[in-house]
Antibody, heavy 125, light 109 residues
Framework: EVQLVQSGPEEKKPGESLRISCKGS????????IAWVRQRPGKGLEWLGI????????TYSPSFQGRVAISVDRSVSTAYLRWSSLKASDTAIYYC??????????????????WGQGSLVTVSS | QSALTQPASVSGSPGQSITISCTGT?????????VSWYQQHPGKAPRLMIY???HRPSGVSSRFSGSKSGSTASLTISGLQAEDEADYYC?????????FGGGTKLTVL
């Protein structure tokens, strides 16, 4: 069974750094992309970026480039989302989601088939 | 890139059908057949309901269907059930990034 298990809730102050995690299991971690999606309180989904563990290729949304950093550690099948200096506006639930790049016929796929449970990040002074 | 445009809310009675639209541009929805739809119940993670415009993952009810015309994609839910009450988001791949719609709250009356 494919599972993405995320780290627990965090409470931070503005200016602090933070790294949250997303551990994949039940599939070949390296061969599937991991995306990060933000959901502010009462708001919609926003795509932050995506990483391919096999070669560390990473793409960011122009809206989030430079604000967050996405990385992976293949040895523990875990993806990370990091902030170096949090703002109150970063308060949100952050989801990781898997993208399997190919379907059973070998064609490209561009959707997110499994999601983590979400990590609540609260930034407040 | 701007978010895709969805109606804020739709409603329907049990047994009826509803359609949620998702409008983009020729650079995203209109340019690729990579539109997907996600269902999100309160306090839960999103769930994939439709991918590649009109394909259903295994385990998703056949009451859910998708289509696209030009730069507007649509999600149709037939035979509405109480459990369908949730937020629905469309998404489109475009030039190495993904866009989401603003979300539509479905109320089952």
């Amino acid at each position: 069974e494919v599972q993405l298990v995320q780290s627990g809730p965090e409470e931070k102050k503005p200016g602090e750094s933070l790294r949250i995690s997303c551990k994949g299991s039940g599939y070949t971690f390296a061969n599937n992309w991991i995306a990060w999606v933000r959901q502010r309180p009462g708001k919609g989904l926003e795509w932050l970026g995506i990483i391919y563990p096999a070669d560390y290729e990473t793409t960011y949304s122009p809206s989030f480039q430079g604000r967050v950093a996405i990385s992976v550690d293949r040895s523990v099948s875990t993806a990370y989302l990091r902030w170096s200096s949090l703002k109150a506006s970063d308060t949100a639930i952050y989801y990781c989601a898997r993208r399997d790049p190919y379907d059973y016929t070998g064609n490209y796929q561009f959707h997110f088939d499994h999601w983590g449970q979400g990590s609540l990040v609260t930034v407040s002074s | 890139q701007s978010a895709l445009t969805q109606p804020a809310s739709v409603s329907g009675s049990p047994g009826q059908s509803i359609t949620i639209s998702c409008t983009g541009t020729s650079r995203d929805v209109g340019g690729y057949n990579y539109v997907s739809w996600y269902q999100q119940h309160p306090g839960k993670a999103p769930r994939l309901m439709i991918y590649d415009v009109n394909h259903r993952p295994s385990g998703v009810s056949s009451r859910f269907s998708g289509s696209k015309s030009g730069s507007t994609a649509s999600l149709t839910i037939s035979g509405l059930q109480a459990e369908d009450e949730a937020d629905y988001y469309c998404s489109s791949y475009t030039r190495n990034i993904w866009l989401f719609g603003g979300g539509t709250k479905l109320t089952v009356l």
